[in-house]
Each structure stands twice: as structure tokens, then as C-alpha cells.
DNA sequence: CCATTCTATGCAACCGCTTGCATAAACGGC
DNA sequence: GCCGTTTATGCAAGCGGTTGCATAGAATGG
């Protein structure tokens, strides 16, 4: 077994109390003492154990980002990449630790976090992906679990950090109408999703908006590649295929343009494409992607930078709302 | 503060043994006296404290991945996201947690990892981009720490799981060399890696093998589609230019290919190139990638699988290989 | 019917660390 | 030189579980 404190303290002559004292910078110690403490941790090579000291405290210093879908799904998706990459980063500029729980239905994902919180294992969650009908945050609320939302509530005002989905889909729209697109389509990823609702939401404004009188047109699939392709072969299949097309992410978009360069349509000629995200590989697709870029990595570093603050400071909780920018590339 | 132990054992009239016997479902507990304890579980809605617990068992069911490189870094790559995919799933069959650890320099990587063993955080490690030179091994080694090394360790014989590496690239070059290619260079990763010291092995006994004397051309970049750009322009800035790459990871392709587009190369009539990995991406770039198909999520699976059996039944350390797969799509 | 074994449960020590309170020594003021 | 502070450290009771050992009562056997 490693050494605990009690032997740093024998080796040390001083008491655990002390020992503990010096771990936790306390001012009290005298120097000398401090000194002779460190010695005796580095002589026997110790190491805290942070259970007991969790134990004690009752805080862990460690987090959990919650991904609601399987594990098999869940990192296909680019955007989590990058959201993790963001999170990871504050986490190891404030010394704490990350779990992740994923899970793929709605039960065992409001029992894991639930179990990880209660249990005592981490100090607050990092939600991401909402839903519409949100469970999990409902249970948080009530069980005071200190937590942030990626992504917004509908029902409930609790520490989130989002974007304005609604104006990016406007925004997003409204270029395409700008270019005089006749028949603009909507991809959305799945309705249950609050993200999702939103961005329906913006391309419906903007649509309106024009005063062209432009149709409504969206399908629902999910947020894959394959999930674009098929999205977009129902689309085709229409009487009067779109001219454009607004897909709710960029891995949904490339699925899209994929369909089209297989069955000659020319991009943007025939049909111009805009996706969401502004993932890494969208710039160096064939042709480059015009997106919204959402900067998925600072969502991920701001809720874990929020959710620390609130857990160190009680801070109050943010509601944060990160700016996106649309990136014009080659394929609108 | 949440219901403990005792407050449960009140509740159902029985003694706090009694309760920590139902928990863990121990069989001299008479089925009333169960029933009556996971009432009042319930009742309370209670959940024991993980830390708690893992101070008196010595085991907390949680294990870490531990990513030797930069939170920025690392999940640029799609490997990761696939490789976390594949432990995801695991973990969550098994119902242990997973934690992350990331660092971008050698020594804190080390510090970490050895504070969350030894600091009893976790049970065990999966270790992913094994060094050439790998303190981390030699330390865990040293402190009896129980992991599996994704990839493999140059000098020591332990638990991992690892894709023929020289194999692979054996395969891959040996394609090209069949398809008559003249030229043939080799884009490696980062030489302090074993999986590129590997790779560029195979790719030299690959064209020793071939009988036609064909030049070696090794550079080296990082893992990334700028690095693969860049990695293309010096290659392409020499006297005669190659007519093959083998890319050591689908991103360096990608940034390949999207070079020789720009500069108005044919693929794969002027240059073919070939990639490591088959990430999802890679089917859908225009050309498809041609790609050695490593199962990236089985690597991930297999990993999290073999440490967990080590670390509950203390089974043998395995070493597995798992099998490669050479996918000719549209670039050779 | 009593001694023996078995079954179900309780007692209490322990896992390793923290912290409120107590205290001895050092200090300062008069 | 005495007393009230201050300073540095120790004591011991937690934190919320687990588990070896003891034991009361039931079951078994002769």
C-alpha cells in the first residue's frame, strides 16, 4: 500500500493534523515545520488519497460532461470532439478532473448522473445536447444539483451557455434568399432536441421575412453523414427539388453534398448547400462548406469554466450566449 | 445533505451492516429483511457515496484514458473520438466510469496519471500514443499500476492492444508498388511515437522487398491536414516530385489531397495516395480515401475490456492484435 | 430435551483525511 | 516577573461506508 498521511507524519514527528495542514497551505505552520513536512512526502514518494479527502471536504474537483446518446453515436459527430477539446482545457487550467457519462435513453441517463452526483463522485455536470422535454434537468433542479447547460431550457432559467440558434438560422437563410434562391429546404437534425426547435425556428423567420413568399420545406434526420444523404434523397424525390438547402450541421451537409456530386448536380449551381458548425473538416471538403461557425470549442471551455466558478465561488449562474458568424465558402 | 447509510438502516430498523449486506447483495440476508432495506432505499432515495465506499474497498470501478497530448490537440484527430467511442462502450457494459486525463508534456502527463492511481481516483489506466521513449510506462511499471497500452511498448512486455503496424504499412506501400508506382514517399507522424517508427519500418521493408529498387522518402509532420499540406509542398518542392504517398493517418491524406487539388494534380493519375485509419470521413472526400482500416473502435473496446478483466479477476495481461483491413477506394 | 450447528444480524474497528477545539510555548506590555 | 495574547501544533471526532468477529435464536440430531 502507498503511504498515508500518518506515515508522513511519523517520519515527519509531527501529528496528521499538521501533515494535513500543509497540504492544505495552511498559514498556521511554521516554515521550518512545512519544510521538514515536504520532505517526509517527497521521501515517501506520497500521494493524497482522494477519497478519503473527498470524504472529508465533500468536494471531489472533478466534473462530468453528460452526452445523451449512446456511446456508439456520440463521437461520430465532430461536434463533441471539439466541445470535449474545449472543456478538457478549462478543466486543466483549473486542476480538475472530467468524467464522461454517456448513455443512449433517457432513463439511465437522468440514473447515471443522478448516481454520479448523489454518489458523490463529481461536484456538477456539463449537459449537453438538451432536450425539448428535458427530464434530466427537471430531476437536477430538484435534487439542487449544480449544473450547466449546453444548449438552452425551454422551461426552465438555469446556468446555460448557448447559441442564438434562432438568429443563426436567420442568418443562415437569409444569405441563401439573398441569393435569390427560389426553393430553400431545411435539414434539421431530431426534433426533440431543443437546438433543433430553434433553428427550425430561425429558417421559418427568415422565410418569412423575404416578403418573396418562399415555401417551407423541412425534414427531419439524424446528425450523421448518412442521415444528410438520406435527408436529401427524400428532398429530391420531391415534384420540385430544392435549389437550397440549410442543413442543421455540417456532418448533415456533407452527407447532402456527397448525394448531389454522385447524382451530377453541380454545387452551388444547381443546389447551393449551408451547414452548422464550422467543423474542422469543412474547409477542406470538395467544395469548401459555408457554415455557421458556432465556435463549438469555446461552448465547451465557458460551460466548464462557468460551472467551476458557480462551484467555487457560488457564483450565480450565467447565461452565457456565444456569438456565431456565417462563413462564406464555396458552396453557396 | 443526502440520505447516508444509517439513515436507511433507522428507517428499516436494522443496523448499518445490514444495510452495506443488501447493497452488496450478500446471501445471509434473509429475503424480508432485503426487501424491507431496499424499501426504505427507495423511500429515501438513496444513493451510497462512492467515495465512501472505494476508501473501504480499495477499488472505485472508474478508470481513466490518458491522452499524451494538449487538451487543444488531441481531438482534432478523429482517432480519439473513435478510440473514446470504443471505451465508452465498453465501460459502460461493465458499468465502470471513465475518466480523461490530457497533457501536453511528458512530465505532468506522468504527475497526472500517477496522482490519479496512486491518489486512488481510479482503478486502472488505458494509455493511448505510446512514446518511443516512455517514462510513463517505466513509472507505472514501477508503482505496479495496473494498464493497457493502446499501441506497443518498445522495451517492455505488458498488456496492450495493437494493430500490426508494420504490417499495415507493409500492405499499404506494397499496393502502391503493385499499381507500378515509381516514386513512392512516406508521410510519418511525429518520430517519438512508436506507431510511426512502425509504420515507416513497414513501409521500408515493403520497398526493399520490391525487388525494383525504389528510393526511400520519408518526412515527417504532424497529425494534422495542415501538417499533411505542408508535409506535400516539401515533398512536391523536391526534383522530382512523387507519384505516391502513403499518408500515416486519413487526416495527413486529406491535407495531401487537398494540396494537390489546389496545385492541379490529378488523383490518383499524377500522385495516388493512401491513408492510415479509415475514419468515417474518408469514404466521403472526393476522391474516397484509399485507407488502411485499423478498427479504431475496436482498439478503443478491446482496451477498456482487457483492463477491466485484469482488474477483477487479475487475469493475465493479454497482448492483442487486432486485425487490419486494406480498403482500395478511389486514390490509388 | 439438551447440546450442537447453522442462519441472520449486530458491534465496532477501520479505510485516510479534515477541522473545531484545546493547549503549550513564546511573546509583549506594564 | 506576571498575565493576557498570539502562534504553532496536537487531539479526537467526524466523513459514510465495509467487514471480521461475536452472538442470539432457530433448526437439527441423538
Known amino acids: 500500500m502507498s503511504a498515508t498521511i500518518r506515515d508522513v507524519a511519523t517520519l515527519a514527528n509531527v501529528s496528521p493534523s499538521t501533515v494535513s495542514r500543509v497540504i492544505a497551505n495552511n498559514q498556521a ?15 515517501l514518494n506520497y500521494v493524497p488519497n482522494a477519497n478519503a479527502r473527498s470524504l472529508a471536504k465533500h468536494r471531489t474537483k472533478t466534473i462530468a460532461l453528460t452526452i445523451a446518446r449512446s456511446a ?13 477539446r474545449g472543456i478538457a482545457s478549462a478543466c486543466q487550467q483549473r486542476d480538475y478532473k472530467l468524467m464522461l457519462s454517456m448513455s443512449s435513453n433517457s432513463d439511465w441517463e437522468v440514473k447515471d448522473a443522478l448516481q454520479m452526483v448523489k454518489g458523490k463522485q463529481v461536484d456538477g455536470l456539463i449537459l449537453s445536447s438538451v432536450r425539448a422535454d428535458d427530464f434530466l434537468v427537471e430531476a437536477l433542479l430538484a ?13 426552465h432559467h438555469v446556468a446555460m451557455v448557448n447559441n442564438d440558434n434562432i438568429d443563426c438560422a436567420i442568418q443562415g437563410t437569409r444569405h441563401l434568399v439573398e441569393r435569390g434562391r427560389q426553393r430553400i429546404a431545411f435539414i434539421s437534425g431530431p426534433r426533440d432536441l431543443v437546438v433543433s426547435l430553434d433553428r427550425i425556428e430561425g429558417y421559418r423567420r427568415a422565410l418569412r421575412a423575404s416578403s418573396r413568399n418562399l415555401p417551407e420545406l423541412v425534414v427531419e434526420t439524424s446528425f450523421t453523414t448518412a442521415g444528410g444523404r438520406e435527408a436529401m434523397a427524400r428532398l429530391a424525390s420531391l415534384a420540385e427539388m430544392p435549389d437550397a438547402i440549410v442543413a442543421a450541421d455540417d456532418v448533415i451537409a456533407l452527407g447532402v453534398i456527397h448525394w448531389l456530386k454522385e447524382h451530377g448536380f453541380a454545387i452551388p449551381a444547381d443546389v447551393a448547400v449551408i451547414g452548422f458548425n ?23 471551455f465557458e460551460s466548464a469554466r462557468m460551472l467551476i466558478d458557480m462551484l467555487e465561488n457560488q457564483s450565480p449562474s450565467e447565461q452565457l450566449v456565444i456569438p456565431a458568424e456565417l462563413i462564406v465558402r464555396q458552396t453557396t
Not at 505552520?29 to 521521501?43: C, D, N, Q, Y
Open 143 to 155: 435534487e439542487q444539483v449544480p449544473f450547466v447547460l449546453i444548449g438552452r431550457s425551454l422551461k
Open 72 to 84: 456508439e453515436e456520440a463521437f461520430a459527430n465532430p461536434f463533441f470532439a471539439e466541445l470535449l
Open 278 to 300: 464550422d467543423d474542422p473538416m469543412s474547409a477542406f471538403m470538395q467544395p469548401a462548406l459555408t457554415t455557421l461557425r458556432i465556435s463549438t470549442y469555446a461552448l465547451g
Open 29 to 43: 505552520i511554521s516554515l521550518e515545520t512545512a519544510a521538514k513536512v515536504r520532505g517526509a512526502m517527497v521521501r
